[in-house]
C-alpha cells in the first residue's frame, strides 16, 4: 500500500521503517531539510536498537524521505500524521505542527485519502483536523481521518511497534476502519475498532494510568522504608493478581520522558477546560515531582552537606537504550546536586553527545568506571545492564568513599553490602 507519514521524529520514523518493512511503499516527509538529507545517507537522529537495521535494509527501495509534503500527499492513499505535540508553560499540548499538516494536506489533496493521526492529542483534535483540511482544500474528496494512536515505548520502539497488545483504530466510518486494519494485518494483533474520540481518549487514559501506576508503587516505596519493607517483593507480590499485574510496578527516582509528563499535563489541562478538576492526576504530578527531588534527599541522607562532593551519576537519558535526554530525572537531579556545590562526573551509555550541550559544568567520563574514579558517592540513574553488570570490588577501589545510592534498585543490598559499601535504594532499608 501507498503510505506517506509526516514527521520522522520517534514515532514517525519507527512507523515508516516498519510499514516498509512489512512490504508498503512508504514516503516519510519533514520540514526538517538537514534531517532528511541525513536521512538520506542512512543516519538515524535518533539512539533506538534496530531501527537503522530496518531503514537500511528498506531506504531507496520501499522506503523514501522528502521534505515535499505535496509529493507524499499526492503518491499516497494512507497519510500518517505524526509531528509533535509538545506541551505549552501551563501544560496543554501545542497542536501547531498537527494543524498546519492538516492544512498542507488539504492544499494538496488530489482525491479520496485516509488521513490517520497517530501523533498524541486532545480529544476532539481529529474532527479539527478534518474540519481543517475540508477548508483547505479546493475540490471536493472523501477523506476519512482516522485516529491511530501509538503505543510504542521508546528503547523499544521498534519491537513495539511490530509486536503491539492491539492496535486502535478510532473512526466513523466503516471503510476506512476495513483499510486501516489490512495495513497492520501483518502484525496479527488484536485490533480495536472503535470512536475517533474514545481512541484519542484511550491514548491519554493509557498513559496517565500508567504514570499513576509508577507513581503509586513509588508512594509505597517511600512508605516501606518507613516500616522496614521491601518495595521489591511487595511488587511482585501485587503484581501475582491478574487484576493488577507485573508490568510498570517498578519503584524508582520517578518517571520521567517525552510522552508520561507531557500527556499528563494535557490530560488535567483538558479536563480543567471541560470544567472537570483531575484531582488524582494533579496528586500523580506533585508525587512524580516529590519522588524525583527526593533521590537529593537520598544522596544527601548517606553523605551528609554536598559542598565540595564528588558525585558519579550513572545513566542520563529518562531510561535505558535511549538517548533521549526530555524530562530526564538525572538532568534536574544533577542540577540540584551542582546547587548544592557536589562536582558531578556522569556518564551515558547512549546519551553523552546530548549531554554535553544539557549539562554544562559536568564532567563526562568514558565509561563507568572512569565516572566513579576518586567518588565519594555512585548515583545510579537508569537501569542499563551494563551498570548491573559492573565489577563492583573494582568501582569500589575506584571510589574515595564507597557509597551507592540506586535509584532504580539495579543492585542486591545484601551483596553490596557484604562488599564494603553503604548503600541506600529506594523502597529497601
Ligand atoms: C510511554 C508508554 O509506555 C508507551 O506505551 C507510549 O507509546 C509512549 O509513552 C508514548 O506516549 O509515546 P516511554 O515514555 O517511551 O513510553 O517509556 P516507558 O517505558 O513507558 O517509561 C517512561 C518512564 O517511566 C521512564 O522514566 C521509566 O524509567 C519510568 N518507569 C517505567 C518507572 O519508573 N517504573 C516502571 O515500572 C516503568
Request: hydrophobic fraction near 45%; glycine fraction near 8%; charged fraction near 25%.
Amino acid at each position: 500500500m501507498k503510505i506517506c507519514v509526516v514527521g520522522t521524529g520517534y514515532v514517525g520514523l519507527v512507523t515508516c521503517a516498519c510499514f516498509a518493512d512489512l512490504g508498503n511503499d512508504v514516503i516519510g516527509v519533514d520540514a526538517d531539510a538537514d534531517k532528511i538529507k541525513k536521512l538520506h545517507q542512512g543516519e538515524i537522529p535518533i539512539f533506538e536498537p534496530g531501527l537503522k537495521e530496518l531503514v537500511d535494509r528498506n531506504r531507496g527501495k520501499r522506503l523514501t524521505f522528502t521534505t515535499d509534503l505535496k509529493a507524499g500527499v499526492q503518491a499516497s492513499e494512507f497519510i500518517f500524521i505524526a509531528v509533535g505535540t509538545p506541551p505549552r508553560e501551563n501544560g496543554e499540548a501545542d497542536l501547531t505542527a498537527v494543524k498546519q499538516v492538516a492544512a498542507g494536506i488539504g492544499q494538496n489533496l488530489n482525491g479520496p485519502k485516509i488521513v490517520v493521526d497517530k501523533s498524541t492529542v486532545p480529544v476532539g483534535m481529529g474532527d479539527l483536523v478534518a474540519s481543517i483540511i475540508e477548508e483547505h482544500s479546493a475540490h471536493q474528496n472523501k477523506v476519512d481521518v482516522v485516529s491511530n494512536p501509538e503505543f510504542l515505548r521508546e528503547g523499544s520502539a521498534v519491537h513495539d511497534f511490530m509486536n503491539p497488545n492491539r492496535v486502535l483504530i478510532g473512526t466513523n466510518d466503516t471503510g476506512a476502519a476495513e483499510r486501516v486494519s489490512e495495513l497492520y494485518a501483518p502484525l496479527e494483533a488484536e485490533i480495536m475498532v472503535t470512536d475517533l474520540r474514545s481512541a484519542e481518549m484511550i491514548k491519554y487514559a493509557s498513559n496517565a494510568f500508567l504514570a499513576t501506576k509508577i507513581t503509586f508503587i513509588n508512594e509505597i516505596a517511600n512508605l516501606c522504608e518507613k516500616v522496614g519493607a521491601d518495595v521489591s517483593k511487595v511488587a511482585h507480590g501485587m503484581g501475582l493478581d491478574s487484576r493488577i499485574g507485573p508490568a510498570f510496578l517498578s519503584a524508582g527516582a520517578g518517571y520521567g520522558g517525552s510522552c508520561f509528563p507531557k500527556d499528563v499535563s494535557a490530560l488535567i489541562h483538558k479536563a480543567e477546560k471541560e470544567g472537570y478538576d483531575f484531582r488524582l492526576l494533579k496528586a500523580v504530578v506533585a508525587a512524580n515531582q516529590y519522588q524525583k527531588r527526593s533521590m537529593l534527599a537520598r544522596i544527601k541522607e548517606v553523605l551528609g552537606p554536598l559542598e565540595g562532593k564528588q558525585i558519579a551519576t550513572l545513566g542520563l537519558s529518562f531510561k535505558p537504550n535511549t538517548d533521549d535526554l526530555r524530562e530526564a530525572v538525572a538532568v534536574e537531579v544533577i542540577h540540584l546536586l551542582q546547587e548544592n556545590g557536589a562536582r558531578v562526573r556522569a556518564y551515558d551509555p547512549a546519551a553523552m553527545k546530548l549531554a554535553a550541550k544539557a549539562l554544562p559544568g559536568v564532567k563526562l567520563a568514558e565509561n563507568a568506571y572512569a565516572a566513579v574514579a576518586g567518588a565519594d558517592c555512585l548515583v545510579v540513574f537508569t537501569e542499563w545492564n551494563e551498570f548491573k553488570e559492573m565489577d563492583l570490588a573494582r568501582v569500589k577501589s575506584a571510589m574515595r568513599t564507597p557509597v551507592i545510592v540506586d535509584g532504580r534498585n539495579i543492585f542486591d543490598p545484601q551483596k553490596v553490602k557484604a562488599l564494603g559499601f553503604k548503600y541506600r535504594g529506594v523502597g529497601r532499608k
